[in-house]
């Protein structure tokens, strides 16, 4: 059974960048669509990013439009998500998940396997 991990997290200012990494020990991850999710206290979960097993696309909200990034990295069997212009609005728990046969349209139940999360806080 995959299991992911995630990493990465932690306090960063409004304007800062952070980068998250998702690894799966054991599998090997391209063969697998990725989307990062995040959720803040009393809010839904909510996709920020996705990238296809397929071909590589990449899927973003509006909201993080242009500021996150979303990667992989077959070498060392991770996938990435850089955050840029951090805002406080950001600050959330950002999961990892995987095994989703598409990101068009992308929801959490569309995912099989999930990381346990790691904290983003934005905050000067």
């Known amino acids: 059974q995959v299991h992911l991990v995630e990493s990465g997290g932690g306090l960063v200012q409004p304007g800062g960048s952070l980068r998250l990494s998702c690894t799966a020990p054991?599998?090997?991850?391209?063969?697998?669509?990725v989307a990062w999710f995040r959720q803040a206290p009393g809010k839904e979960r909510e996709g920020v990013s996705c990238i296809s097993s397929r071909d590589g696309s990449t899927y973003y909200p509006d909201s993080v439009k242009g500021r996150f990034t979303i990667s992989r990295d077959d070498a060392s069997n991770k996938v990435y998500l850089q955050m840029n212009s951090l805002k406080p609005e950001d600050t959330a728990v950002y999961y990892c998940?995987?095994?989703?046969?598409?990101?068009?349209?992308?929801?959490?139940?569309?995912?099989?396997?999930w990381g346990e999360g790691t904290q983003v806080t934005v905050s000067s």
């Open positions: 054991g599998f090997t991850l391209n063969h697998f669509t």
């Open positions: 998940a995987a095994d989703s046969p598409t990101c068009i349209n992308y929801v959490p139940a569309d995912f099989e396997t």
